[in-house]
């Protein structure tokens, strides 16, 4: 073993850190004052498979909320697959969105069920009843952009929240921009890079630290800083641009921007984009005058 390695306390001081951080404990689940969306402020809607994926992904929606006033409202597609945990589940939901400032809607009342691939061929009554149900969200909030899982994020509840999304939006008429999301399953062509300053990553941070039973069971709140560091790495080279020079970011969140209108995808614009925690994100989401 080398003696004088010069990394030997960089390294040592992440392990020191997640070892700290499991005695902190949650948050207090009170809300946070300040970053509201404005009185008739633009909606924007996410549809999260499970009840944690709305802090995990949030890094450009709680920009949206305090840059641009834009009213976040998250929707609980499912509320897990634990019949006995979903009640909890929707506690802890609350508390995490009353604290980071999100609003809040369920799917139905105990949450959609069965959302899989699989489901639409197993099940197509129970499916076309869950599209539904997304599309009546769709036509009450009229949301003018929403968030979903991309096609091939691993779980096979963000995959059929995916699917679930994309026939919905088919039926709904509405013409928005996407943005899909990535947690489980890395996308192969993210086209957006969005940083996060520290204080809205500790916000996020404190926030999933809310949903008690999950992070006790898998500590997935003190590695999301580590998550959102890799993804500069990752989104330097898929975003930025293949071997071209990394931006100086801490944390960012990929994320793949297109809209959606009369009835399928269409591209904003060629490449990549990169947008540092100073840039004004009006650019990509205010409505073209």
């Not at 489980?184 to 520290?198: I, Y």
């Not at 404190?206 to 992070?215: Q, T």
């Not at 080279?237 to 931006?247: F, I, K, M, N, T």
């Amino acid at each position: 073993m080398a003696t004088n390695n010069p990394y030997r306390v960089f390294v040592e001081s992440f392990a020191r850190l997640l070892t700290e951080g499991e005695t902190i404990g949650s948050a207090e689940p009170v809300r946070r004052p300040g970053g509201a969306a404005a009185v008739g402020a633009r909606t924007a809607l996410i549809f999260s498979p499970h009840p944690d994926d709305e802090v995990i992904i949030g890094g450009l929606p709680l920009r949206l909320l305090r840059e641009l006033k834009i009213d976040v409202v998250n929707v609980a597609v499912t509320l897990g697959s634990r019949a006995d945990r979903q009640a909890e589940r929707w506690r802890e939901l609350k508390n995490c969105c009353d604290y980071i400032g999100f609003g809040l809607v369920a799917s139905a009342e105990r949450g959609l069920e069965g959302i899989n691939p699989a489901a639409k061929e197993k099940d197509p009554q129970r499916w076309s009843s869950s599209v539904e149900a997304i599309a009546k969200l769709l036509n009450d909030y009229q949301p003018s952009i929403i968030f979903f899982p991309h096609d091939d994020d691993w779980n096979k509840t963000h995959i059929g929240v995916h699917r679930l999304l994309v026939e919905a939006l088919g039926s709904s008429g509405l013409a928005c921009l996407v943005v899909e999301t990535e947690f489980w399953g890395a996308m192969d062509a993210p086209n957006l890079m969005v940083e996060s300053s520290a204080a809205d990553v500790a916000d996020l941070v404190a926030a999933l630290s809310l949903h008690v039973g999950e992070v006790t069971r898998n500590a997935f709140h003190l590695r999301l800083p580590a998550w959102m560091i890799d993804n500069v790495r990752r989104g330097a080279e898929l975003v930025g641009g293949q071997g071209g020079p990394a931006p100086r970011f801490a944390f960012a969140t990929l994320y793949r921007l297109r809209r959606w209108e009369e009835g399928r995808f269409h591209n904003l614009f060629e490449g990549g984009q990169l947008l540092s925690s100073q840039d004004d994100l009006g650019k990509l989401f205010q409505p073209k005058r």
